[in-house]
């Protein structure tokens, strides 16, 4: 019976050959083409009554890279989430590990600066857990973004 590969998702496709070369056969790469969830594109998606409270959609334009994570995902048991080191590709994995949830899976967080085979493997030896503080701070711009653009620019439209 064969092992089942361990997943790493990153952002980019480019990114994902490279690590398809440092990381041999006991690793599958896919790109998740940066985000996959957002607010909902037509209506305001955060709860004002419960502490702003934001609802994500997955993205109309990401649902079959979506399919393809979950295909990927069934049966392996530890995925690698190597988004950008940043609030962006936090929140990324954060999306990315509540959509492919299960309870027989482990999420661990690759952070690198430079697509380099000793920056990667350096990261994979030392793999960490999804920063929540960066996560937040995400939504909150994120949240607060679609407050004043739905409530504001309503308002500046009668000006």
Known sequence: MSKKKNLVIIE???KASSLRSYLGDNYEIIASLGHIRDLP???LGVDEND???PSYM???EKRRTVTQLKKKARGVSRIYLAADPDREGEAICWHLSQILERKDVVFR???FNAI???T???S???PGSIDMQLVDAQQARRVMDRLVGYKISSWLQRI
């Open 120 to 122: 990667v493997l350096k």
């Open 12 to 14: 980019s496709p480019a």
């Open 58 to 60: 997955i993205l109309p």
């Open 124 to 126: 994979l030896k030392n």
């Open 51 to 53: 502490d702003f409270k």
């Open 41 to 43: 594109i037509n209506y």
């Open 109 to 111: 967080r690759l952070r």
């Open 116 to 118: 380099t085979k000793e």
